[in-house]
């Protein structure tokens, strides 16, 4: 007797065999790459080709964090880590507090290194693990599925739903095959897999595309970034304190001797350092302007 979950699978996309890939099992190495590296290359023109979603997820994130608002990455599996991938990179970039954009996988942290496939099918836990960290109606839940029907993850939507927060939804299945009510909906058909079902190849790329650009753009738009430098970093290492002399060095000409006295009178934030710097002015004085142009350097120099 079929399960309603074999019915449920064998007709998504993500589920489906790849005609280019039916053989690759009697191909020379090289062989099995260029199918790879192929099907690789069509995953960019299926990102560009949803755009205007992830742009209006980048304006809900933005007012969301302007308003003090946080976000919430929930998945199971490849798209967990991928959300805890990107949650953990945005303090070290973009100097956030680590509550700022959130991770949720499904098993919880063993799952990061040690697959707990079993642990996606856990509805209950999925609303509960977004509850335990206080979401609430002025944060936003980001679900990724690229299968859309997940489980753990859509509980946790769902739930999100509920509380009348604000929500994403991340998938590689049309939006045909997605039955959920939610703020944005991005959804990247990448067509079947190299490997049929291995989602990790092709939808895994496309996700991880998308997760740079929600936070990225959203960052820029807070006033993180000055040209395309990051300005916000945080210097907890060797290569970020060089980085953070470098940025300001290029920005204002100054020597790599006055950049490292500049950035200790600015407490190690390079944006103030800039600001003092580009206005001469004061650290104190850079502190107020930047707080007073949310943060924009082009702001701040301004004033």
Known sequence: MKTNI???????????????????????????????????????????????????????????????????????????????LDA???????????????????????????????????????????????????????????????????????????VGGKTIYVTCNPRSKVDLDVDVLISLVVGPEVIMGSTRMKAGTATKLVLNMLTTASMIRLGKVYGNMMIDLMMTSRKLEERSKRTVMMVTGIDYDAATKVLELASGQVKTALVMLLADITAQEAKERLQASDGFVRKAIKI
């Open 88 to 162: 953990s990179e945005c303090p070290p970039t973009f100097g956030t507090e680590p509550e700022m954009v959130q991770g949720i996988i499904a098993g919880g942290e063993k799952a990061l290194t040690s697959a707990q496939e079993g642990s996606e099918d856990d509805e209950k836990q999925g609303a509960l693990d977004l509850m335990a960290r206080g979401f609430t109606a002025n944060d936003v839940a980001c679900g990724i599925a690229a299968s859309f029907r997940t489980p753990y993850v859509l509980a946790a939507v769902r739930q999100a739903l509920e």
């Open 6 to 84: 074999f019915e449920q699978l064998k007709s998504l996309v993500t589920e489906a065999s790849n005609p280019s890939s039916q053989d690759i099992d009697s191909k020379s190495t090289e062989e099995i790459l260029c199918i790879i590296n192929s099907e690789d290359q069509t995953i960019p023109g299926i990102v560009e080709h949803e755009i205007p979603r992830i742009a209006e997820a980048v304006d809900l994130l933005v007012q969301t964090f302007k308003n003090g608002g946080r976000l919430f990455y929930i998945g199971a599996g490849t798209s967990g880590r991928l959300g805890v």
